[in-house]
């Protein structure tokens, strides 16, 4: 059975905005790592995951994946992430809890670590996901990745249907 992945923080959550509204400016990052000094801001909110606002845009994208499911008969499942240095003892929890809240039809895979993602992917799975190296990984494993961008759910939009309707035609 072919599996859509839905990451969620940068794909259904905001993380990068609900960070600059707690930190007052954008991220501030070097190859994507976390200024340390913001990181235990935001780290000193151990519910951070449960509050997350939604993306711009993640309703519509979650209903393209259910079509996905619903259609097509694949998987639906998110797949997250816990941080590196396992700091959040309660992401786990509060992960599901959010999912649960906004999405509650789709159950929660996790890496646990985001360099584990790779690790869940069958050939011809697809992966939406805002991180260039998790997105490479699903591919180098035979998956389909799709990349969102700038923390906007634009072009992944246009990207999913398209590849909607592939699955459409594949399937008659
Ligand atoms: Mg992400």
């Known amino acids: 059975m072919t599996t859509f992945y839905l990451d969620m923080d940068g794909v259904v959550a905001d993380f990068d905005r609900a960070a600059e509204l707690l930190i007052g400016r954008p991220r501030n990052t070097t190859d994507g790592r976390w200024d340390p000094a913001d990181w235990q ?94 997105c490479q990984q699903w591919h180098d494993q035979g998956g389909i990745a799709v990349k969102v961008n700038d923390n906007s759910l634009d072009e992944a939009l246009v990207k999913v249907r398209a590849l909607l309707s592939t699955a459409r035609s594949a399937s008659g």
């Open 41 to 134: 801001r935001i780290r000193n909110n151990q519910h951070w995951f449960r509050n997350l606002p939604k993306m711009q845009g993640s309703d519509q994208l979650v209903d393209l994946a259910r079509q996905f499911r619903d259609q097509h008969a694949w998987r639906l499942l998110f797949l997250t992430a816990i941080p590196r240095d396992n700091d959040f003892p309660w992401a786990f929890w509060d992960k599901i809890l959010w999912a649960q809240e906004h999405y509650p039809d789709i159950p929660v895979h996790f890496g646990p670590y985001s360099e584990d993602k790779q690790t869940h992917c069958q050939p011809g799975d697809l992966l939406v996901d805002d991180r260039r190296d998790n």
